[in-house]
């Protein structure tokens, strides 16, 4: 059984994704956060498939940081993912942020994105 904490993000991220859909033009962006990493990928939901993914226990992405459970590795893998999906082709996203608050590492994220060139 999850904690209640949990179980409210997922009672708002339910209620969220009534109103948030994407299209394989204007995919979705959906981030998962825990403690120590972050999660992000672009869905198609009328094709239900993923059109691109990555985290942050990516070798590549995280070289100059010991763990991603801060914001400012949050902002600067949210660029990193905004360069990488322009260079697959995607530059308009809607953005979910599955339930958690615009706050502090979803915050960094989503700025890091739009400063990377992703429009939402």
Same mark, same amino acid.
């Given at each position: 059984?999850?904690?209640?904490?949990?179980? $409210?993000?997922?009672? +708002?991220?339910?209620?969220? +994704?009534?109103?948030?859909? =994407?299209?394989?033009?204007?995919?979705?962006?959906?981030?998962?956060?825990?403690?120590?990493? $972050?999660?992000?990928?672009?869905?198609?939901?009328?094709?239900? +498939?993923? $059109?691109?993914?990555?985290?942050?226990?990516?070798?590549?992405?995280?070289?100059?940081?010991?763990?991603? =459970?801060?914001?400012?590795?949050?902002?600067?893998? =949210?660029?990193?993912?905004?360069?990488?999906?322009?260079?697959?082709?995607?530059?308009?996203?809607?953005?979910?942020?599955?339930?958690? $608050?615009?706050?502090?590492?979803?915050?960094?994220?989503?700025? =890091?994105? +739009?400063?990377?060139?992703?429009?939402?």
């Amino acid at each position: 059984m999850k904690n209640k904490k949990e179980q $409210l993000r997922i009672k +708002r991220h339910k209620r969220l +994704r009534l109103r948030i859909h =994407g299209t394989s033009q204007r995919p979705r962006l959906s981030i998962h956060r825990s403690l120590r990493h $972050l999660q992000a990928q672009l869905i198609d939901d009328d094709n239900a +498939r993923t $059109l691109f993914s990555l985290s942050t226990c990516n070798k590549k992405i995280m070289q100059g940081f010991k763990d991603a =459970g801060n914001v400012k590795a949050a902002q600067y893998f =949210g660029e990193q993912f905004a360069l990488l999906a322009k260079e697959k082709g995607f530059s308009k996203v809607v953005f979910d942020r599955a339930g958690y $608050l615009y706050h502090g590492r979803i915050k960094a994220f989503a700025e =890091g994105a +739009r400063k990377g060139g992703l429009i939402f």
